[in-house]
């Protein structure tokens, strides 16, 4: 019923008898590591029939795909063969819900290496949970648990799941810890409102940037705009909010990293931008800021080639490598190397953090890209890190910043660290997934907030960044989600790098500043009656039909939004109800 295909670099193949563990209504199925002594494989593959479907019959898969869209449902009907590989060391669970057949599975052992082959061939679909294993011995044994869960749906799967991430792997209640935390209760209670202050060229033109050959910054947002901001908020009544800086330090957003200090001397230098935080803080608005520690450029002042994260090639030889993801176009910065992630948290987070801590800012601390970047392995000899060893790297680090600064948020939905995550900017950068997007999804769905809202603050895509000036569609995905209003000055910046939409707010002038804040107030109005449920669970999500969908929470309210006659609904438990219409 279960067995472990494992493929050699040369693509030869072994296949081996998985061990099985019943506990009654779950099963723990196994690959032990002295299965794989003395030998190199590059993946190892678990293939069992509880994870096949037939075209035509009751139910669907859901599963993981990446940090464009999140969680996915397929249905078991008509489509073209095509296959899937989901985002590598992300949330490794999946499902087959809506039939007798309904099994809910969760891969332990290996999880950070692991992914899930989605396959339709001919009238089959599959899953088979795949372990990347690149030719290096497993250090754990490689293990997949399997709970009977008949005719389930994604909902009561992720109420198991989040039992589990509370039980086993310490995440807590929001509103247990926003009681020990002043800055995360006023963070939960309020918008996140960013500003990119500047940046250089994207792609850039200089991919190997010295102080001479640097591209030139372009300034968006001053100290002296920043604090026409504020005033304008009070002006306008918005007396909680936290302000998240981006691109506020020496050659700006993405600029220098993993440098992270001083201020640019363009927006103002370290002086006026203590000044300015200090102010905002009296106002009663928290002010934070967005650092980088997992890449590198040559620019940077702390730039060391010992601290990068090393492959090793055929003839055993150690080199530092880019970032994949952007090796083609390179950065604001230029090249950017990986750091190893060991480096990234022993060395520059606990040099730098505390020098950024410094000037001032307190609140939910930013470090870019932990939950929504594949964590780097080393192969360095003097600071070898496995995946797994990446991942308690950057626990670290939003240890490190929780104890600095109040609290840690980052983006993307890898939730191996959502025990120290207190919000997500985004959880994906689409909605609605579409077979436009690939054959095999039929539709999004919310199966991360079904797991983590009343743990995690978190805002849906980002498309629903600034969304009150988006269309009603993005508007009613805010709401449908339970999200946490994020808004962003300057969010565009260069036209391959406007993936939060061609909408924003702008801080040129006076009447671009009144314009946008007017835009935030209008969503903190809207978040006001409703900011009492990010203390809630998300319990359960229906589609009632074709635009309609339906979100129950831990308390009973219940949230109905409507598509087509593009309004919601929102009943609270006491009786009380919200109907709003949208244009």
């Known amino acids: 019923m279960f067995r472990f295909i494992a493929t050699t670099p040369g693509g030869a193949v072994n296949t081996f008898p998985a061990v ?80 007798e057949r309904a099994v809910f ?21 599959s899953i088979s949970p795949r372990f990347e294993l690149e030719g290096e011995q497993p250090e754990e044994d490689l293990s997949v648990f399997f709970y009977r869960m008949p005719n389930a749906d994604y909902s009561e799967m992720a109420r198991l799941y989040r ?17 020990e935390r002043e800055a995360l209760r006023l963070a939960g209670e309020g918008p996140e409102i960013r500003v990119r202050m500047g940046w250089k060229p994207i792609p850039t033109p200089i991919r190997f940037q010295t102080e001479e050959n640097e591209p030139p910054l372009h300034v968006t947002c001053t100290v002296p705009q920043l604090n026409q901001i504020i005033d304008k908020m009070q002006e306008a009544g ?19 990293f993993p440098q992270q200090v001083p201020t640019d001397p363009r927006y103002g230098g370290d002086r006026e931008m203590k000044k300015f935080i200090a102010r905002a803080q009296r106002m009663g608005y928290q002010v934070v800021c967005h650092t980088v520690s997992c890449g590198a450029y040559t620019l940077a002042d702390n730039f060391d080639l010992k601290d990068l994260a090393k492959r090793r090639n055929e003839k055993g030889e150690y080199y530092p490598f880019s970032r994949d993801i952007y090796k083609a176009k390179g950065l604001n910065g230029g090249e950017p190397y990986a750091v190893c992630p060991q480096r990234a948290y022993e060395r520059y987070a606990k040099e730098d953090l505390p020098k950024v801590r410094a000037l001032g800012f307190s609140g939910l601390h ?29 626990r670290k680090i939003a240890q490190l910043s929780r104890a600095l600064f109040g609290g840690y948020q980052s983006e993307g939905f890898m939730d191996f660290m959502s025990a120290d995550v207190d919000a997500i900017l ?28 009343g743990i995690i603050l978190s805002n849906p895509i980002a498309g629903t960044v600034n969304y009150t000036i988006k269309d009603a569609r993005h508007r ?47 969503g903190c109005e809207e978040y006001e009656p409703l900011k009492y449920l990010q203390y809630e669970f998300m319990d359960k999500h229906e589609k009632l039909s074709k635009n309609v969908y ?9 949230v109905t939004v409507d598509y087509g006659a593009l309004s919601y609904r929102v009943e609270k438990p006491d009786g009380g109800t919200i109907v709003k219409e949208l244009k």
């Open 20 to 99: 099985v563990e019943d506990f009654g209504t779950a099963l723990k199925v196994s690959a032990p590591t002295r299965l794989f002594e003395g030998l190199k494989y590059r993946t190892a593959v678990l293939e069992t029939p509880l994870l096949t479907a037939k075209e035509g019959e009751p139910g669907y898969f859901f599963f993981p795909t990446n940090f464009g869209c999140g969680f996915v449902q397929c249905l078991f009907n008509a489509k073209p063969d095509g296959e899937f590989l989901s985002w590598l060391s992300a949330m490794p669970v999946c499902g087959l819900c809506g039939s």
């Open 550 to 558: 339906r979100t129950t929470y831990s308390d009973g309210t219940v």
């Open 163 to 179: 039992k589990y991430q509370m039980e086993v792997k310490g995440c807590r209640p929001l509103r247990e810890r926003a009681e």
């Open 476 to 522: 009613l995905l805010f709401i449908e989600y339970g999200g946490r209003p994020v808004f962003y000055f300057n969010s565009k910046f260069g036209p391959a790098r406007n993936w939060m939409g061609d909408l924003d707010l702008y801080n040129d002038d006076e009447g671009d500043i009144e314009k946008s804040v007017a835009a935030i107030k209008e």
């Open 426 to 453: 985004y959880v994906g950068c689409r909605s609605k997934a579409t077979s436009a997007v690939n054959p095999l999804f039929d539709e999004g769905i919310p199966f991360w907030q079904l797991v983590y809202h």
């Open 366 to 394: 930013y470090v870019d890209e932990l939950t929504a970047y594949v964590p780097e392995k080393c192969a360095d000899p003097d600071h070898p890190v496995s995946r797994k060893k990446a991942q308690d790297c950057y």
């Open 105 to 125: 599975v969760r891969v332990e052992g290996g999880a950070a290496d692991a992914r899930f082959v989605v396959r339709k061939a001919g009238d089959t679909y």
């Open 238 to 256: 918005i007396k909680n909010a936290e302000l998240c800086l981006v691109g506020w330090a020496l050659s700006g957003h993405d600029g220098r």
